[in-house]
């Protein structure tokens, strides 16, 4: 075989090489991408969907705490206020308005 043979054949396993490495490719871009023909989202935008829906479970969850302290704080000042009922009359029976 002369070196004329041997790049030829080197050629064409590079060739074939570069086929399977195309089609693996292709392969993962088939999962990645949304296929138009089929309205099937790809992983891309199902992640996208899956970030947008978590975001918005967190914020929900970040505004459900907040209205849970809200109403915690609110009853204890309920708490202290009806357990304090006497004196919180007195305090507003000693006010004297002047006019």
């Known amino acids: 075989m002369n070196d004329y043979e041997k790049v030829i054949n080197k050629a064409d396993k590079l060739t074939e090489d ?3 490495l195309k ?9 990645l991408e949304d296929d138009d023909k089929t309205n ?7 992640l996208a969907a899956v970030e947008g829906q978590l975001g918005e479970m967190i914020t929900k969850n970040q505004i459900d705490k907040g209205k849970k302290s809200v109403y915690f704080v609110i009853g204890g000042a309920l708490i202290w ?3 304090n009922f006497d004196k919180v009359v007195k305090l507003f029976t000693s006010v004297e308005i002047k006019g």
Request: net charge positive; glycine share 4%.
């Open 18 to 20: 570069f086929d399977a």
């Open 23 to 31: 089609a693996k490719f292709d392969k993962v871009l088939f999962y």
């Open 40 to 46: 099937t989202k790809g992983l891309i935008s199902r």
């Open 81 to 83: 206020l009806i357990s």
